[in-house]
Structure formats: C-alpha cells, structure tokens
C-alpha cells in the first residue's frame, strides 16, 4: 500500500509533534513544512523534507494527500479552504475555527470538494478515553445522571511573555477547556445548553484565568465543570494519563461521571458500584474495581486513524461537524459569561448540520 504523503503547516510545539509523528510512521511520509520561520532557524535546518513559507508553496510544489493545519486559530479556515480548493484532506487542530461561522465556512468548501475533514481532538485517541466511552455506552453505570470535571494547573509566568496569550482568545476555556467540553460530549453525549462564568481576578489580563460552566446534555443528564491556569493542582487530564512530558504525572482523576447504577473515574479508570443489587443505594457498600487499559500515544493513533479514513476504511473519529459542535459548545461559555444567560445550542448545532450536508 502507497504511504500516504502528508505536509504540515505551522511548525509550533503542535506542529513539531505532527512532524515528529508522521517521520516515524509506516503509513505516511512527510512531504513538506510550511512556516514563517527564517530558513537559517535550527530547526528548520534540521527537518528532512523540503521547507516552504507558505502553506500555498506546499501545496503547489508537493500535490499532498492531506496537510495538518498546526497553525494560529485564526489562519485555519483560510489555510483549510485552500487546501479544500486544491483536494487536499486535512487535520485541523483545535478549534476548528474561531468562530461557528467560519467552521461552517470550512465545511461547505470541503463538502463542495469532497475532501474530509478530521479535528484535532487527540484525546479521543486515548485507549482509555475509547474504554470510558464503551463502560458507558454498555451501561454499566446505568442511566447516566451527572458529570463534573475540575481542570487546574498554575502555567508558568514565561508562558505569558507571548503577547496573544494575555488577550481574548488566549486563555483556558480556548487553550484548555476545549478539550474538556471535547471528552465530556465524547463520553457523556452531546450538550444542550450552556451557562458559564469567567474570572480575571488573579493575573489581570484581558483574558480568564479561571471560568465555570454548568452544562445540561440532551440525554438529560447535567455537568459542571471548573477550569484554571491560576491555580496549582493534580488534576488535569494531562497528569493523569502522563500524557506530555509538560505535564509531571500524578495518576490522579479529573472527571467523575455518574450514574443510576454506578460511578466512572477518568482518566484512570475506576467504576464504583454496588455488590449487592439489593441494596444499591446509600444504605449498602460501594466500593471501586480499577478497569485495565492500556494507553497508547494519541498522536501515533490519530495519525494512523487519518490515514484509514482518507482511504475510506474508517468513518471520522473527530469530524468536521463534530470539531464544530465543541467550538459552539466552548463558545458558549464566553457568551454565557458575557450576557449573563444560558446559551442554547439548537441554533448553532442546525448550522453546522446544514453546512455539513
């Protein structure tokens, strides 16, 4: 089988994971890099593919089957519109756009192309987010009533000399609790509402540092979520799976989702439940039986999931419509936060439906 010939365009921590990534693979062979940095820059000396100043050079001097988009938010319609017109597949890291307009923009060019479409929401290619997921689905923790996840870590004071860091759209709920929303819809079901809240008490800046969110699903269950850059703690998503060597390991959970007949911790598994059916409520014992999964590295798995769907054997992990939905989802946070009202997501769901086709 022909290895897939794939560029990336940005060549940021993200990016240099992509690049990393597909020279490693068997499956796909890196054609080229696209970025603005000067050709004498170390690390553009060090790459093994052609380098390009433009995501346009790439795409006329390399024909890829598909590019990552690795760039800034704001580049990644107008870089994935041209690779739609050129009948380039892609992976757009998250968001997929910075606005639901302009991701239904996006869908429409690739629709009209058909070119396809996967969202950068890497953690779904976790062994264990595809574990969580199935203890669900199969029931074991019943009906599902309720999750809640905390996100706090305290970034470092140098992380913020960049200046689009400390303005609006540089902070958590973009950055971070994207993901978060990403999993909980991934696991939970989709949301229907949104009400949120935001701070900028402890550095500030233009930008949150700190927001809450309450979250109703459409299966009927509700959500609650906090997420920091400000505060130190164990609990994020990235410490307990040890997921990037940024992130020290700490094997603790961040998310408890529960349920009728039982509890799911997340990341490390852990299902709470009760032995006697008899007595399955407050009155008798629960206790915890730690589910094995082995983990895998998302970004090899995201990889090879790219390739299979843009050779037709495998449906989008993390669609276009889909990277959609969770930038409305996140949207509505900031605009809850701003109007002081919950933030129904019927109208945006249908124009992302409609864009999609």
Wanted: proline share 6%; glycine share 8%.
């Amino acid at each position: 089988m022909r290895r897939l010939r794939i560029g990336v365009v940005g060549a940021g921590m993200i990016g240099r994971r992509h690049v990393a990534t597909i020279e490693a693979s068997g499956d796909a062979e890196l054609c080229g890099v696209a970025d603005l940095l000067p050709a004498d820059d170390p690390y553009v000396r060090s790459l093994r593919a052609p380098y390009f100043a433009s995501h346009r050079e790439l795409l006329a001097a390399t024909k890829p089957d598909a590019v990552v988009i690795a760039s800034p938010n704001r580049l990644h319609v107008p870089m994935g519109v041209d690779c739609a017109r050129a009948g380039v597949h892609m992976l757009v890291e998250k968001p997929i756009a910075d606005t639901v307009e302009l991701a239904c923009e996006l869908l429409r060019e690739a629709k009209r192309a058909g070119v396809r479409i996967l969202v950068g929401h890497h953690r779904r290619h976790h062994a264990q987010a595809q574990e969580a997921r199935r203890i669900v689905a199969e029931g074991r923790l019943g009906r599902l009533v309720g999750a809640s996840l905390l996100w706090a870590a305290r970034k470092p004071d140098p992380y913020f000399e960049a200046a689009w860091r400390r303005t609006a759209g540089g902070g958590p709920v973009l950055i971070n609790l994207i993901h978060e929303i990403d999993m909980l819809r991934f696991l939970a079901g989709e949301i229907a509402s949104v009400s949120g809240l935001a701070s900028r008490a402890v550095r500030g800046f233009e930008v949150e540092d700190t927001a809450a969110a309450m979250l109703a699903f459409e299966n009927g269950a509700l959500g609650t979520i906090l997420c920091s850059d400000a505060a130190a703690s164990p609990w994020t998503i990235e410490q307990g799976l040890g997921e990037s060597p940024t992130f020290p390991y700490s094997g603790e959970n961040a998310y408890r989702l529960v349920g009728t007949a039982g509890s799911l911790e997340f990341p490390v598994l852990r299902v709470w439940s009760h032995a006697d059916p008899a007595r399955a409520d407050w009155t008798g014992p629960i206790a915890a039986l730690p589910t094995k999964s082995f983990d895998r590295d998302p970004y090899v798995e995201q990889l090879r999931h790219l390739c299979a769907m843009i050779g037709g054997r495998e449906a989008p992990l993390v669609s276009g419509a889909d990277g959609a939905r969770t930038l409305a989802a996140t949207l509505a946070v900031h605009e809850s936060a701003r109007t002081h009202a919950p933030v129904d997501l019927a109208r945006d769901y249908a124009a992302i439906d409609s864009a999609e086709g």
